[in-house]
């Protein structure tokens, strides 16, 4: 059997807050869910937490689109260049 990493997720916490970094799937396996359960998984595993936080590029339509059906909100937007805007999205847990 051949086993890859197809996906990955990291996350770390301050005070309330979960940011969650890094989240990435593999293109051959995009749109199969895989960054659902990953998302999933780091919410279960931070369930402590009360606030969830993330960023992505706003030309990323897709991530933003998954974020957002989520429960993810847009809070923020960042210029970091004429190229580069981050959007920063926050999700709270009740």
Known sequence: INKKIIGSVRAFTKEETCYVGRLIVHPDFQNQGIGTKLLN??????????????????????????????????????????????????????
């Open 41 to 94: 998984e780091i919410e279960s595993l931070f369930r402590t937490c009360r606030r969830f936080e993330l960023f992505t590029g706003n030309k990323s339509e897709r991530n933003i689109y998954l974020y957002q059906k989520m429960g993810y909100k847009i809070f923020k937007t960042e210029k970091i260049n004429d190229n580069i805007i981050f959007v920063y999205l926050e999700k709270f847990l009740v």
